[in-house]
Structures are given as structure tokens and as C-alpha cells.
DNA sequence: CCGATTCTTGACAACTCCTATAAGCAAGGA
DNA sequence: TCCTTGCTTATAGGAGTTGTCAAGAATCGG
């Protein structure tokens, strides 16, 4: 399973609510404008998110989404997940010989590749990001006051 | 990008051609049949690897295809490499925010699982693939005996 | 209650990529 | 010359991704 746009749009998303958490909700058409991300493509992340239980919703004026965990509890391996599907980059199911010949040694390499992609991703935490966003753009600033 | 059944085939294809290694090529049609891959499909792939020199090709009669760089010295990245492209799980050149605002925290995750991926792959060869291979299949023969 | 705002949901269309097939050509050996 | 095997290109079907459209439901302020 491929790491799509959903999952860069949503984690980019997610970072911009975490910045903006003014305790009350943010509406996703915000984030869409700020981040650049089709609205209503954007919707249908955030959907999904909230039933996963990672986002709250409130409809309405001055509506919007917050998030239900906290943004240190989220990381990008469980948006990944949630909106793409499991990370291993082979479903063993390719051809009949790795059903009945009992094992596949190459289903090791897989299996490994795959344990090692969902750590580096479970490191990796929105509230992190957040905070390194933020001081990475603080540097680029303080090199044109230079 | 992802590790299609491109790279999956091959892989299982050259362990075959590993096994069978008798020092004279091996016609594609046999390796097809007995890993169970669509032969016109196989033949695309092995002309790629072969244009990568990691395969050499006879035609005609008694003809094939053998290694041209030793078993050992082809990694399952190599392929994956060939075949598939870069594995890279994001070309990050998502949106207009990540090309404008300097730098993208994201990219630094998505940099990372591209180089933890990257390690898994590269430490696993053909030949040492083959050699599990054959290994398990005689753990079983012996469960049987016993 | 009314209307504006905002999320909710389902359908769907355009597009790209993957997988596989077809067909014909090239080369080498008997 | 003929058969075997690899080489190349074109193409088609299918699946998944990306994005859009449209109607609807909940909530809030007035």
C-alpha cells in the first residue's frame, strides 16, 4: 500500500489545526485555504479522522474541527493507516506459489521493510511537527534579518 | 512509490534463475512456468534488469538468460530500484505551501522511511534469498518424515 | 421560526498507473 | 533455411487515486 495524497494533505491539515488550537473550533474551509487543499477533498479526510476518533466536529456557526486526542498522541503512522489502508508494501497474495510452496523467503524482506516504516512513522507525532514548522520558518526569518 | 508485482515477481524470478544456476542460461519460459508468472510479462521485466547489467541473454537455441553480476551482489533494492523506480514513499512536491514556505517539517519523516526502507531492502540479496529458500522447503520435508 | 454557517454523505467523472496480452522482429544455432 | 529464444512496441482492461458536484442535516444567532 502506497503512501497517497490523503495522507500528506491530512497530515499537513492537521498540523495547521494544530497551530491554530485556540481552544475553540477551527472550520475546515480555513485550513483548506491556508494549506491549499481542495475543500472538499479535504472533507472527506477529516470525515474519516473523526471516525477513526482523532478529530471532534460541531456543526454550525462558528463550527468547525478540534481534535478529540491530543496532537502528541496522533502520529503520522495512525493517519496513514486510517486513510491508506495498512503500510506493508506486499499483501503476500501474488501468485500461487507462495500459497502452497509452505514459505517464502522473500516474505521476510517485506515484513521487515514493513516493521520498519511503521517506526519510523510511529516516531513522528503532529504536535512535533507542528512545533518544528514553526521553528523552521522562525530560522528563515531570522536569515533575512541578517 | 510503491513496491509493485513487478518487483515481486522479479524477485522471485531471479531466486529461480539463482537455484537453477548450472552455468549455462536459463530460457525465461522455465522460470515462468514454475514461479507461476505471466511469461510476456516476465520478459519485460528481465529485459530491464538485463539493460540495469544485472542479467545476461542468449538468444536462440539453448538460449536464456544467466546473471551477469553474482547473485550475492544483487540486492532486493536493486530491483525494487530498477523496476519500480525510487522508492521514495513522497516526491514532495505536493502543493504550492511546501515549494514557497521554505521547509516542510513532513518531508523530514517522509525522508527518513524512504532511508529505513532503503536499509531493510539493501541488506537483503538474491543469493542469500535462494539459500533461505531452499532451507525452509527442507524444514518441511522433514516435519513430513518425522 | 428563519437563515446563515458548517459539517455529512453519496455519487461520480477524469485521470493515471498497473497488469497483462498481442504481434511482429531480431538473432543465433542446427 | 527453419526453429527456438529473446526483444520491442503497442495496446487494452482494470483498479485505484484524485477531485468535483449536489443535496441534506445539524447548530447557532437573531
Known sequence: MNISAKSKYAVRALIEL?????SHPVPIGDIAA??????QFLEQLFSSLRKAGILNSHRGVRGG???KKLPED????????????DVAPATCTIGASCDKSSRCA???VWADAKSSLE?????ANIADLADREIM???EVKEMYYI
Chains 1, 2 share one sequence.
Open 34 to 39: 491556508k494549506r491549499d487543499i481542495p475543500l
Open 136 to 138: 523552521m520558518q522562525e
Open 18 to 22: 494544530a497551530q491554530q488550537n485556540n
Open 106 to 108: 522473500v516474505r521476510d
Open 119 to 123: 517506526g519510523v512513522l510511529a516516531a
Open 65 to 67: 474541527f478540534s481534535f
Open 74 to 85: 496522533v502520529s503520522v503512522l495512525d493517519v496513514v493507516e486510517i486513510l491508506d489502508g
